[in-house]
C-alpha cells in the first residue's frame, strides 16, 4: 500500500461507527537526516464528512477571504478533525479503523503565518 | 519616458486586441435585432473581463503560475483534467472560428472563395507563432487592429436618430417581435464574448513570456482598465452600427459582408478597406491567441516545457500542440462549415465554461501563500463575489436557453 491508497478510505471507530473520510495525511519532517531532509514522520490523518471540495482545504489553513466563499467551503467541511497516527488502530485502502478513546483535534495547521484564531 | 510609452503602447494594444471575431459577430448580430438593449451587457462583460485579466494577470506576475498551472495544483488532477477538456475544446472551437474570420476578411478584401483563404490563413498563424516575437507579434495585430475605430467614425457619419439609441440603450427592453428566451440567450452570447476564456489564458501566460514580477502589476493594470473599456466603447459602435442599418429593416445580420456593410455606407471604399485591415488584425490577433492558448493550457496542466520565449525545439510538445490545433480548426473550416454559425456558438459556450477557470484564480488570488502581501483587497473581492453569481447564472441559464430558443434563431 502507498500513502495516497489511504485518500478517500472510509473512517470507523472501534464499535464500526463511520465517521467520514481519509482527506488528508499530515505528514512532520523531524527524523533523523535521511539524505539532505530530515525523514518525514506520519503524524495523524485529516477526517471530514466529505471528500468533494475537500483539496481546496479551506477547513485546514484558516483562509477568510472572499469572505462567503471561504466560509462556505469551510461550512461544508464543519465536523473534520485531525486523529493523531497513535490513535489510528488499522490503516488499510478499505479503511480506517480508530482505537477506543481516539481524540479530535482541530485540522487547523498550525503556525501557518497567515492563520487567524 | 521610456515608461510611458510603454504604457500608451499598452494601452492601444489592449483596445486593438479586444476585438475579436466573436465580439464583431455578436455585437452585430445583436445590433441587428435588438438594437442597443443589448448595449448593457457590454459593460457587464467588459468589468468582468477587467477584474478577471486583472486578477490573473497578478497571480501571474506575483506566484510566477499562469492559469492552468493554478488549476491543476488547486483543483488536483481529477477536476483539473475535466476542466481542461471543456477549456482546451471551446478554446479550439474559438481558434476555428477565428481563422475562419480571416479568411472572411479576405474574401472581402480580394472577392477569393475563402476556402482557398482557410489554409493561407492557418499557415500565415502558424508562421508567425513559430517565428516572430511574442512582443511584436502582440503590438503589430493590436495596433493594426486599432483601425476598427472605424466603426466609431461610421457611426458619426451615418446620421442616426441619437434618442431612440440612446433610449434603447438606457431604458433597454425586449423589442417587441424577439421573445424574452432569444434577448436573455443573446445578452449571455455577448457576456461570453467579451469574457472569453482564452482572453484570461492568453494574458496569465503573456505575463509570464514576457517576465512579469510583482513591479509590473500597476503597468498591466492600466492596459487592462482603460484599453478593455475602450474595446467595450468599440463594441458597442459595432452593435450600433447594425441597429442603424439594419434593424428598421428587420434584416439579420449572418455574414460578415453585412457586419462591414454600415461602414461602407458611411464612408466609402477607403472605410471598407480600413474596416477589413481592422477585421484581418483583430482575427489574426485573436488566432495567435487562441493558437497559443491551446498549446498554455495543455502545457501547463501536463507541466511541459512551454513559451516562445524557449526556441521550439525546447519546448516542442508545446508546439507540435498547437500545430495539431491549427490542423484540426483547418480541417473544421474546410468542410464548408460557416464560421459566422461556429462563432455563434464559441461565444455561448465561451460563457458556459467560464466558471471553470474563474472561480480557481478568485480563489488562488486570495492566498497568501501565493500572493503575499498582493491578495485580493474587500472591494475586488466584493466585486468578484458578484460576478461569481452573474457568470454562474449565465453558464447555468446557457444551455437551457439555447435549447428553447434553437440557438438564437
Same mark, same amino acid.
Given at each position: 500500500m502507498i500513502l495516497g491508497d489511504l485518500l478517500d478510505a472510509p473512517v470507523v471507530d472501534s464499535s464500526g461507527r463511520v465517521l467520514g473520510f481519509v482527506v488528508d495525511v499530515r505528514l512532520v519532517l523531524? /527524523?533523523? =537526516?535521511?539524505g539532505l531532509l530530515a525523514a518525514p514522520r506520519v503524524h495523524g490523518l485529516l477526517v471530514s464528512p466529505? %471528500? /468533494? %471540495?475537500?483539496?481546496? /482545504?479551506y477547513e485546514r489553513t484558516g483562509l477568510d477571504a472572499p469572505a462567503l466563499l471561504a466560509r462556505f467551503l469551510r461550512w461544508r467541511h464543519r465536523g473534520s478533525f485531525l486523529v493523531h $497516527? %497513535?490513535? =489510528?488502530e488499522v490503516a488499510s485502502a478499505d479503511g480506517v479503523r480508530l482505537a477506543d478513546g481516539y481524540r479530535r483535534w482541530s485540522p487547523a495547521i498550525p503556525g501557518v503565518a497567515h492563520q487567524r484564531p | 519616458m521610456k515608461r510611458l510609452l510603454g504604457v500608451a503602447l499598452g494601452i492601444l494594444t489592449a483596445i486593438g486586441g479586444f476585438l475579436d471575431i466573436g465580439d464583431l459577430v455578436t455585437n452585430a448580430v445583436v445590433g441587428s435585432r435588438f438594437g442597443l438593449t443589448l448595449a448593457w451587457v457590454v459593460l457587464v462583460g467588459v468589468v468582468g473581463i477587467c477584474l478577471f485579466a486583472q486578477m490573473s494577470g497578478r497571480v501571474a506576475a506575483v506566484s510566477g503560475r499562469a492559469t492552468f498551472e493554478i488549476i491543476r495544483e488547486r483543483l488536483g488532477p481529477r477536476t483539473a483534467g475535466a476542466n481542461l477538456v471543456a477549456s482546451f475544446l471551446i478554446n479550439l472551437l474559438t481558434l476555428t472560428a477565428e481563422v475562419g474570420g480571416i479568411a472572411l476578411a479576405l474574401q472581402l478584401a480580394s472577392s477569393v472563395e475563402p476556402r482557398l483563404w482557410i489554409p493561407v490563413a492557418g499557415l500565415a498563424v502558424w508562421l508567425v507563432i513559430w517565428r516572430t516575437k511574442f512582443s511584436v507579434m502582440e503590438n503589430v495585430t493590436g495596433l493594426l487592429g486599432l483601425t476598427l475605430v472605424v466603426f466609431a467614425v461610421a457611426v458619426f457619419l451615418l446620421g442616426p436618430d441619437w434618442a431612440s439609441l440612446g433610449s434603447q440603450a438606457l431604458s433597454p427592453t425586449v423589442p417587441a417581435e424577439e421573445g424574452a428566451a432569444s434577448y436573455w440567450y443573446y445578452a449571455i452570447a455577448l457576456f461570453g464574448a467579451a469574457m472569453t476564456p482564452y482572453e484570461v489564458f492568453f494574458f496569465s501566460s503573456g505575463a509570464r513570456e514576457e517576465r $512579469? %514580477?510583482?513591479?509590473d502589476i500597476a503597468e498591466s493594470r492600466i492596459n487592462v482598465l482603460v484599453g478593455f473599456p475602450f474595446g467595450g466603447v468599440l463594441s458597442v459602435a459595432i452593435a450600433a452600427c447594425a441597429a442603424i442599418v439594419f434593424l428598421p429593416q428587420a434584416i439579420e445580420v449572418s455574414s460578415l459582408s453585412q457586419i462591414v456593410l454600415p461602414v461602407a455606407l458611411a464612408g466609402g471604399k477607403l472605410a471598407l478597406a480600413v474596416v477589413i485591415v481592422g477585421i484581418v488584425a483583430a482575427t489574426f490577433g485573436a488566432a495567435l491567441e487562441t493558437g497559443l492558448s491551446s498549446g498554455y493550457t495543455l502545457a501547463q496542466f501536463f507541466g511541459w516545457s512551454w513559451g516562445k520565449f524557449r526556441r521550439p525545439a525546447q519546448a516542442a510538445r508545446f508546439h507540435l500542440t498547437m500545430i495539431v490545433a491549427m490542423l484540426v480548426a483547418v480541417g473544421v473550416l474546410m468542410t464548408s462549415v460557416d464560421p459566422i454559425r461556429v462563432t455563434e456558438f464559441s461565444v455561448v459556450f465561451s460563457a458556459i465554461a467560464l466558471p471553470l477557470t474563474y472561480l480557481p484564480i478568485l480563489l488562488v488570488a486570495n492566498d497568501p501563500e501565493y500572493m503575499g502581501e498582493h491578495v485580493n483587497g474587500r472591494a475586488t473581492n466584493a466585486l468578484a463575489l458578484v460576478y461569481l453569481v452573474v457568470i454562474v447564472v449565465a453558464s447555468l441559464a446557457a444551455i437551457p436557453l439555447m435549447i428553447v430558443t434553437g440557438a438564437g434563431s
Open positions: 523531524d /527524523g533523523p =537526516v535521511d466529505r %471528500t /468533494g %471540495t475537500s483539496f481546496l /482545504g $497516527w %497513535t490513535d =489510528v | $512579469w %514580477t510583482a513591479k
